[in-house]
Every structure is written in C-alpha cells, then in structure tokens.
C-alpha cells in the first residue's frame, strides 16, 4: 500500500484513487458539493485554499492543500 501526502499530516491510500484534478473548473465544484450533501466529502485542507481535489473509489471526494504532483503524472500501482 502506497500513501501519497496530500499535506499537514494526511495521506491517502494511492491504489484507491481513480482521478486526482484541480479544484478550478465548474464540474469539479458540483461534484464537490454533491459529495457534501451525501456525507462523502472528506476536507483536508486545514482551513487553506483547495487547490487538488481526489475522487476514491469508495465514491469519497478528498480536498487537498497541497497540488497534485503534476499534469500528467501517472500513480504506478505495485510495490
């Protein structure tokens, strides 16, 4: 199991992500705020500015601080 810092002390489980993108754009805000009204929203962000939100397979939406690790980088699963 790989844990990838999403910032202040968290960190998820990396083989559990299915998209990690910007908190910017209209359809991400609506997915956030759908995830709040069914209790599946998980803010990690402390308080700060979202800048990467990461949606699980589990249906969660996880806010984050701290930006994703890069356009167009990929998660290797396996250890």
């Known amino acids: 199991m790989k844990l990838i810092d999403i910032g202040y002390g968290n960190a998820i489980n990396a083989g559990r992500i299915i998209a ?35 949606i699980m397979d589990s249906g969660h939406v996880i806010l984050s601080a701290k930006q994703t690790v890069g356009e167009g980088a990929t998660l290797s699963q396996g250890d």
């Open 20 to 54: 990690a993108v910007s908190a910017d754009a209209a359809p991400v805000k609506r997915m956030i705020s759908a995830a709040r009204e069914k209790n599946l929203l998980v803010d990690a962000t402390c308080g700060k500015k979202t800048k990467a939100v990461y």
